[in-house]
């Protein structure tokens, strides 16, 4: 009989497998430039490819083939080590951290040791903004099938970038985001934390403001805004100014995570990362932030904006992370989507 209490969700710095992610198949996500986009995401890739196994759902007519060409022009110029993987898993957009599976591994010691299970959460992309979702919705159960790994429906939205985790039962998330009536009318709370306890295994769970980065769409997703480094320390994302528009969200959240005490007891210790100076497509102002960088094995990818602020932000993270490399690649294209490498993927822990 199945026990979640004897999985756990591991935090994103443990081995994985391999990361998984979505190729950009709609226009409507990036306005005026989608030519550049592929090319773009194609370079992402190969970065990611350097450091492990990149899967990519690539479904649909035609798309499976001109994605192929870019990837492999791509790893070739980068010298990747991994060469990416490409599905027949049709997808509506690219922001697979969202629509993608959620994986818990069994713990050690127990009858789940050396299994893993899938959460398939529900999915209407970011509270009905953007129809239709309807081949997003089904990705994590598609994925479940590759791989030939169990999947459970909660029968509840909740997106990947709305939670962050550090692997011993502390849940970052936005009330701003999760609970939004958009996602699931009615819920409260203490609703979600109960739900977050038996799907994650959530011990503790930190609510944040939310909000803070301009130009986001979703309500104020976590992985804007803050990011766990370790089980205390969080990196949060501070004000590009004192007096900028959004300077008083963001210290509302350093200030979630100053007060913050995670399952073992100890307070979170908050990290500075600055955000870039406002970046613009088309009078909108996009959500370029660096806390959307993502975790690979041994790496640091980190989405860089043309800004004074890039180096400052990449040394940061090498501080924060100095027994990884860490990567700086070029977002400016990429977040005209409103959102950066994070949203754009999902790590798949190794077992």
Not at 21 to 26: G, S
Not at 106 to 122: E, F, H, V
Request: with cysteine; glycine share 8%.
């Amino acid at each position: 009989m199945l026990s979640l209490e004897n999985y756990r969700w591991p935090a994103e710095w443990e081995p994985h497998a391999a990361t998984w992610t979505a190729w950009p198949v709609n226009p409507n996500s990036w306005p005026g430039i989608f030519e550049r986009i592929p090319t773009a995401f194609a370079k992402f890739v190969a970065v990611m490819a350097e450091f492990e196994p990149v899967r990519i759902l690539a479904g649909g007519p035609g798309v499976r083939e001109s994605a192929q060409a870019l990837v492999d022009a791509a790893c070739s110029a980068q010298g990747s080590r991994f060469t990416p993987e490409l599905f027949d898993i049709p997808v509506n957009d690219s922001w697979c951290r969202d629509h993608g599976p959620i994986f818990l591994n069994g713990r050690p010691g127990t009858s789940a040791s050396g299994t893993q299970l899938i959460i398939d959460w529900d999915y209407n992309a970011w509270g009905g903004k953007y129809p239709p979702w309807d081949f997003d919705a089904v990705t994590a159960r598609k994925i479940a099938a590759h791989l030939q790994t169990r999947a459970l429906r909660p029968r509840l939205i909740l997106e990947g970038g709305a939670i962050e985790g550090n692997g011993e039962g502390t849940v970052l998330t936005t009330a701003s985001c999760l609970l939004n009536p958009n996602r699931n009318p009615g819920m409260t709370r203490q609703m979600m934390e109960e739900t977050l306890s038996w799907w994650l295994q959530a011990r503790q769970v930190i609510w944040l403001p939310g909000h803070g980065i301009v130009g986001d769409d979703t309500d104020g997703h976590i992985d804007q805004v803050a990011r766990f480094v370790d089980r205390r320390r969080v990196l949060v994302a501070t004000p590009w100014s004192d007096d900028a528009e959004e300077a008083d969200d963001l210290r509302g959240n350093w200030a979630g995570v100053e007060a913050g005490i995670n399952s073992a007891g100890d307070s979170l210790i908050p990290l500075a990362l600055p955000m870039p100076t406002p970046k613009f497509q088309e009078d909108a102002r996009m959500p370029a932030c660096y806390c959307n960088y993502i975790l690979v094995n041994g790496g640091v990818i980190v989405p860089t904006f043309r800004d004074v602020v890039d180096d400052r932000a990449l040394q940061i993270l090498q501080d924060c992370y100095p027994d990884r490399r860490v990567v700086g690649v070029d977002a400016l294209d990429l977040v005209w989507g409103l959102g950066a490498f994070h949203c754009m993927t999902q790590q798949q822990p190794a077992v």
